[in-house]
């Protein structure tokens, strides 16, 4: 494999990430070195020298001179920024200023651009495992008022007559490519935006990988989501090393301790305490970038014509009157 220094970057960054989330990798492993990943994509190992710095830049590896690279100790929530990040918010100010918004007025003008109005996202979904995780970031990375209908539960020839409560007060439906078609026919007849969003990617290369070589374990909470996980990898070579327990149902005492294992959001939920979750980290994010971008952008556009309606109708008026309260239920994004 050939490929400037971003694709091997992203690639290098996508194994540590899941090696941690799968619990093949924790803080002072070492990695595989640079003539090793040089000699496997068949790239230059300044190349690969220059990805793995970067990582180091990223928080997530340590090159130490003379030994190796290591996966790098977590930071705490306190702790400052890495240099990536100060470099990114210098840009961001830079950019700013560019735009004739003074470096003590961008965190001002941010917020009046996403936190104006608190707007409602109703996730449409088959199974519990991507309505909790999917609920869960909305609310607690983008600040909706987050709650989740379960498509077996919707029966739009009876809309608009038995139209769930959630639906008739969202501002935006979201779900996923496999829900997109009725989703969006759904969204036309209630005349509501649509987010198709795309989720856990990365992961799911990884494991493909993985697959080849070893058994892989993912723990489910709802036996739907079990078997749309194993219609992501059935054509994939080595699904039969694959193995899906739910939570519950199954004997999760089967999973080796050096085995890779996966666990969604809301089976770590239901584990509290479990051992699994001393050698597994959680996804950090549920969402691809592309999605977060469209989650974003959306997000964006609705406070911007709130604002414009504000200024139009109550100028002067203060920002919170067009906010909404939380519902209860919603604050903590549960469904």
Known sequence: MTGPRKQITDLLRQRVLSGLHLGL????????SVREIASELDASPRVVLAAYRVLAREGLTELRPRSGIYVAPPQ????????RQSD???ELVVDGLGRGIPALSLPDHIRR????????????ECNRDQLWSMTNELASDYGFDATWVDLETVRPDTLPANLPPELAAADVLVTTAYHATEVRGLGDRLQRPVIVATMCTDLFAETRRLLEHQRVYYVVDDPRMAAKLHTVFSAAPGYANLTVLVNGRDDLAVIPRSAPVYLTRLARR??????????TLAEARVFTKE?????????IRANLAALMVEAVQKPGADEGAISREPHPELATGRG
């Open 113 to 124: 651009c996403i936190a104006t109005v608190r707007l409602r996202a109703v996730i449409l």
């Open 88 to 90: 990114w918010l210098a």
């Open 291 to 299: 999605s977060a971008r469209e989650i974003t952008a959306y997000l």
């Open 270 to 279: 239901r584990l509290a305490g479990h051992r699994l979750l001393a050698r």
């Open 76 to 83: 705490s929530a306190d702790s400052l920024l890495t240099p």
């Open 25 to 32: 990798l924790h803080a002072g492993d070492r990695l595989p």
